[in-house]
C-alpha cells in the first residue's frame, strides 16, 4: 500500500489576494509564522515519509523546508495550474481588464484561462504523477499547491472535473491518500 501526504503551500500575499498564480511569490510573514507553528507541533504534518517532493514554486519550497524536508525533490507535475495571461491577476483584475473571457471562465471554470490550463490538462499531469507514486510501496509526500491538491481529488475519487470548483483547499492543509487494491482512496484520520 502507498500513502501519500500532500500539503498545500502556506499562505502568500497573493493568496490572500485571491490572484491566480498565487504559489510563484515568497511566503507572507503570516504564511512563515503558520509554518514555524506547524513545524514546532509534536508531529511531522508530512508523516515520516521515505520520499518528499515539492512544486519547484517557491511558497512549496519555502513551506517544504520549514517543515523540515529542505532538501525535497522538486517535480515539475507539482506545479501551479497554468494561468496563461491572466498570472498574478486578481479577481478585480479579471473583471476590469478581461471581462468577456472572465465571465466564460467563471461560468464554467474547469476551462483553460486564456492561454492557460485547463483542469482537464492538469488533471492529465496530476493523475500521471499520482500514477507514479501508486508504484511505490512506500509513505510519501509533497508540497503543492491548492490547484494540485483539488486535482489530486478529482483523480482519487474519480470525480468530474467540474466538481473542481468545489473543492476548497486551505493553505497549510494536508490532504491523505492510500493506494491500495489498484485505485487511490481518501483516508481521513482521526484527531488526537
Known amino acids: 500500500m502507498?500513502?501519500?501526504?500532500?500539503?498545500a503551500h502556506a499562505a502568500t500575499a497573493a493568496l490572500r489576494a485571491a490572484r491566480c498564480g498565487a504559489g510563484e511569490q515568497d511566503l507572507d510573514e503570516g504564511g512563515r509564522a503558520a509554518v514555524a507553528a506547524l513545524a514546532a507541533g509534536p508531529r511531522d504534518p508530512?508523516?515520516?515519509?521515505?520520499?518528499?517532493?515539492?512544486?519547484?514554486a517557491a511558497a512549496a519550497r519555502q513551506t517544504a523546508a520549514g517543515l523540515g524536508?529542505?532538501?525535497?525533490?522538486?517535480?515539475?507535475?507539482?506545479?501551479?495550474?497554468?494561468?496563461?495571461?491572466?498570472?498574478?491577476w486578481s479577481p478585480a483584475d479579471l473583471l476590469t481588464r478581461d471581462l468577456d473571457a472572465a465571465r466564460r471562465w467563471l461560468a464554467a471554470p474547469e476551462l483553460a484561462p486564456p492561454g492557460g490550463e485547463s483542469v482537464a490538462a492538469l488533471r492529465r499531469r496530476v493523475g500521471g504523477w499520482l500514477a507514479d507514486?501508486?508504484?511505490?510501496?512506500?509513505?510519501?509526500?509533497?508540497?503543492?499547491h491548492p490547484?494540485?491538491?483539488r486535482a489530486?481529488?478529482?483523480?482519487?475519487?474519480?470525480?468530474?472535473?467540474?466538481?473542481?470548483?468545489?473543492?476548497?483547499?486551505?493553505p497549510l492543509s494536508v490532504t491523505t491518500l492510500r493506494y491500495r487494491g489498484?485505485?487511490?482512496?481518501?483516508?481521513?484520520?482521526?484527531a488526537h
Do not use: K, M, N
Open 69 to 88: 524536508h529542505a532538501a525535497a525533490a522538486a517535480a515539475p507535475a507539482l506545479a501551479d495550474r497554468g494561468w496563461g495571461r491572466w498570472a498574478g
Open 133 to 144: 507514486r501508486a508504484a511505490e510501496d512506500r509513505g510519501s509526500a509533497a508540497v503543492t
Open 152 to 170: 489530486a481529488f478529482l483523480v482519487a475519487l474519480g470525480l468530474p472535473d467540474g466538481a473542481y470548483a468545489q473543492i476548497d483547499v486551505a
Open 2 to 7: 502507498s500513502t501519500l501526504r500532500l500539503v
Open 46 to 56: 508530512l508523516g515520516r515519509p521515505a520520499a518528499v517532493w515539492s512544486s519547484p
Open 182 to 190: 489498484g485505485r487511490w482512496a481518501l483516508h481521513v484520520p482521526a
Open 147 to 149: 490547484a494540485v491538491v
